[in-house]
Nanobody, 125 residues
Framework: QVQLVESGGCSVQAGGPLRLSCAASGYAFSQDYMAWFRQVPGKEREGVAALGSDGSTVYADSVKGRFTISVDNAKNTMYQQMNKLKPEDTGMYYC???????????????????WGQGTQVTVSS
């Protein structure tokens, strides 16, 4: 059974850094695409960053240059380093895995098979 568990979410001040982690069990991140999504109440889940098994990355325009997605295959853990945080980065952050790598859907939640339960990030101004 695949399980993804996020951690690292908390309340931070704007401009600060934060690192999210996503630990996997029953699944190897090295085999498919993986990604981070975020969601705020009343809005659709938004793709933030995606990482392929070949090391390729895709970022939403809103986070380019500030967020970095990475994976430690030895630990089977995915990360998202978030710098220069803004209040609009506030949301529930979810890690996802099992993506096909279809570039047209790489930041679409429809492309991912496995999901974590989410970790809340709140950025105050």
């Amino acid at each position: 059974q695949v399980q993804l568990v996020e951690s690292g979410g908390c309340s931070v001040q704007a401009g600060g850094p934060l690192r999210l982690s996503c630990a996997a069990s029953g699944y190897a991140f090295s085999q498919d695409y993986m990604a981070w999504f975020r969601q705020v109440p009343g809005k659709e889940r938004e793709g933030v960053a995606a990482l392929g098994s070949d090391g390729s990355t895709v970022y939403a325009d809103s986070v380019k240059g500030r967020f970095t997605i990475s994976v430690d295959n030895a630990k089977n853990t995915m990360y998202q380093q978030m710098n220069k945080l803004k209040p609009e980065d506030t949301g529930m952050y979810y890690c996802a895995a099992g993506g096909t790598g279809d570039y047209q859907r790489i930041l679409s939640p429809d492309d991912y098979k496995y999901w974590g339960q989410g970790t809340q990030v709140t950025v105050s101004s």
